[in-house]
Nanobody, 131 residues
């Protein structure tokens, strides 16, 4: 069973930075192939939205328009870890951030990624940005 564990959330002032990490376990490419990993977020009263994704094989990256130029997604295959570097944070970035993995080729359609396009989810890590 694929397991995803996020860390790195916290509280920061507007303009600050945070780096989220997602440790993945329970899969190998031959058994539970993971083709794409990504970050989603959900603010109170809002739907979960895609933030960024990375193709685990080719390394192509995808971003929501709202975070382009501020957030960077990356992966360390040796450590089975996904990262999200978040710079120039804004109060509207406040949300629970979730790590996700997809077991089918591709990463879905960005920038309008759907929650249903990903099959495994972490428990989330809270990010709070104050003005």
């Amino acid at each position: 069973q694929v397991q995803l564990v996020e860390s790195g959330g916290g509280s920061v002032q507007a303009g600050g930075s945070l780096r989220l990490s997602c440790a993945a376990s329970g899969y190998t490419y031959s058994i539970y192939s993971i083709f794409c990993m990504g970050w989603f977020r959900q603010a109170p009263g809002k739907e979960r939205e895609g933030v960024a994704a990375i193709n685990t094989g080719g390394g192509s990256t995808y971003y929501a328009d709202s975070v382009k130029g501020r957030f960077t997604i990356s992966q360390d295959n040796a450590k089975n870890t996904l990262y999200l570097q978040m710079n120039s944070l804004k109060p509207e970035d406040t949300a629970m951030y979730y790590c996700a993995a997809r077991r089918r080729p591709g990463c879905g359609i960005w920038p309008n990624a759907r929650e249903a396009d990903f099959h495994y989810w972490g428990q989330g890590t809270q990010v709070t940005v104050s003005s």
